[in-house]
């Protein structure tokens, strides 16, 4: 057996002894002379690592087409896209751990070549990028175990988190913050979708800034949250 069929089945026994022994008599079954990584994934009906990667790297890169695409391809080889799912999620943990330890090889329970392509992943995105992307799809995952047809759920999931706003550089928040703190100082309203702000409903026009110097970083603050944090 490679490493990487060893891997496979110690994955999907989830530290059962016994579900180990059942799927290893599974998998010998179908190849009792040489165990390879590749046919262990179709044996046992689930995505290999290389796929599970592939998903995360083009979800991670914006590419909602190529993530959908890789879809399909787990569900034309009859994997189970629940426990894809679930182990998909544990990958976007093993990026998160790969990016922010120093030494994360002994926190990586991974065959060398997957442990490797996931360093090379990891180093390729900033670490709130990586955070970010396994909040989404946490949050989300439930809604994919619960839906009576998980493919649409997962492709849907994947296509928002693809498409979801870039994070602003620091820099800018802090420009977007100043410069509003200085329209709310001078009393200006921020500019609102429409371009203008609206005459409150008492009528008087806009407050003076002295009624609104206490609240003013409040609000700015508030303004600039909104821009910078994604659904």
């Known amino acids: ?126 670490a709130e990028e990586l955070l970010r992307l396994q909040r989404g799809f946490a949050s989300g995952f439930d809604d994919v175990a619960r839906s009576p047809d998980p493919r649409s759920a997962l492709e849907m999931l994947l296509a928002r988190l693809a498409l979801r706003p870039t994070l602003l550089p620091l820099d800018d928040l802090l420009g977007r913050l100043g410069e509003l703190e200085s329209r709310l100082a001078g009393g200006k309203p921020p500019p609102g979708p429409g371009g203008g702000g609206r005459p409150s409903p008492g009528g008087g026009g806009s407050r003076p800034a002295s009624a609104t110097g206490g609240g003013a970083r409040a609000a700015a603050v508030a303004v600039a949250t909104r821009a910078a944090v994604a659904p």
């Open 1 to 126: 057996a490679d490493e990487r069929a060893v891997a496979l089945v110690a994955r999907e026994a989830a530290g059962s002894m016994r579900d180990a022994l059942s799927l290893l008599d599974q998998v010998i079954a179908f190849s009792p002379k040489q165990l390879l990584g590749a046919e262990v994934s179709r044996v046992l009906g689930v995505a290999g690592y290389s796929a599970l990667a592939d998903l995360a790297e083009a979800v991670l890169r914006g590419d909602a087409g190529r993530a959908l695409e890789g879809i399909a391809a787990l569900a034309n080889e009859s994997c189970d896209l629940i426990v894809s799912a679930r182990d998909l999620l544990g990958l976007l943990r093993d990026l998160v751990v790969a990016k922010l330890c120093r030494e994360p090889d002994a926190l990586l329970d991974l065959a060398d070549e997957e442990r490797q392509r996931v360093k090379a992943l990891a180093g390729a995105f900033e």
